[in-house]
């Protein structure tokens, strides 16, 4: 995060994604935490705390740690959640169904221990999965029509007036999986990893240079920040379908100026 925020056009880019698949939730008469977006570059949210149970969607089998879901498949998990895992299933194969996990402090949790512990009445749990069945189509829906493939997606969820209110943030790359759909079949009957969308400059960058995390961050060249803004612009509009408006000279105040209240 300490390098990534250094990118330039990286707010604007989050922004853009953020304000945009919460009009699409708002649109399926889905509340959402936010209220307002004065500039390009601000978003403004409802101070809501976050729920202490986060709510996963695996559309495919996936990989990519000790704690994915394919990790756990290879080692005999048939049973999670109330959902029963057929045998037989391969490495990013698509499931037969949706799997809607509820997650606290990185653990799956069923939903009879979350309303047994009283951290939510019922009726707001299950209000909570419909609006995340209804946004998940959707977003599978859009997702496809981009030209990728929504593999999951993780959704946090506030209560106000004992309603559930969606977080912003969903189906973004940092909350979501995506994979480009062109290559699925290639990667897929080949056994090799999907094609993740996700920047990959800076990542790529730092590997190249040795660095892995720990000490201070090299300084990064001009010409990879703008390599990455660039990148970040194309995977923005490519999620959304839709060009994003880049301001030009200094907009701080402007920005400043939007959120100020007479």
């Known amino acids: 995060g300490r390098i990534l925020g250094t990118i330039p056009l990286k707010g604007l880019c989050t922004a853009a994604m953020t304000v945009f698949f919460a009009k699409q939730a708002e649109e399926k008469e889905i ?4 209220l307002e977006t004065p500039h390009s570059h601000v978003v403004v949210a409802k101070n809501i705390p976050k729920i202490p149970i ?7 089998m996936t990989n990519g740690n000790e704690a994915s879901l394919w990790t756990q ?3 005999g998990l048939r049973h999670i959640c109330g959902y ?5 299933l391969k490495e990013n194969q698509q499931l037969p ?8 402090n990185g653990h799956p949790t069923a939903k009879e221990a979350i309303a047994a512990e009283g951290l939510l ?9 419909q609006i995340i069945k209804k946004i998940g189509a959707e977003g599978v829906s859009h997702a496809k029509k981009q030209g990728f493939i929504l593999a999951s997606a993780t959704y946090e969820f506030g209560i106000e007036r004992n309603a559930p209110v969606l977080l912003h943030g969903f189906h973004t790359p940092k909350t979501a999986v995506y994979w480009n759909a062109a290559q699925y079949d290639k990667h897929f009957a080949a056994g090799t990893a999907q094609d993740i969308v996700t920047p990959k400059v800076v990542s790529e960058w730092l590997a190249s240079v040795g660095f892995k995390g720990n000490g201070p961050a090299p300084p990064i060249p001009e010409e990879i920040r703008i390599k990455a803004a660039e990148e970040y612009i194309h995977i923005a509009e490519k ?4 060009k994003i408006a880049v301001l030009k000279g200094d907009f701080v105040k402007e920005m400043e ?6």
Do not use: A, C, R
Request: glycine share 4%; hydrophobic share 40%; no cysteine.
């Open 31 to 34: 509340i959402t935490d936010i």
């Open 54 to 60: 986060l709510f996963t969607v695996h559309n495919y």
């Open 73 to 75: 498949y290879q080692k």
């Open 84 to 88: 029963t895992l057929p045998h037989g």
């Open 97 to 104: 169904e949706p799997l809607l996990i509820p997650v606290m």
């Open 121 to 129: 009445d019922e009726d707001v749990l299950e209000e909570m999965e």
């Open 239 to 242: 999620l959304m379908g839709k």
């Open 257 to 262: 100026k939007s959120l100020l209240k007479e």
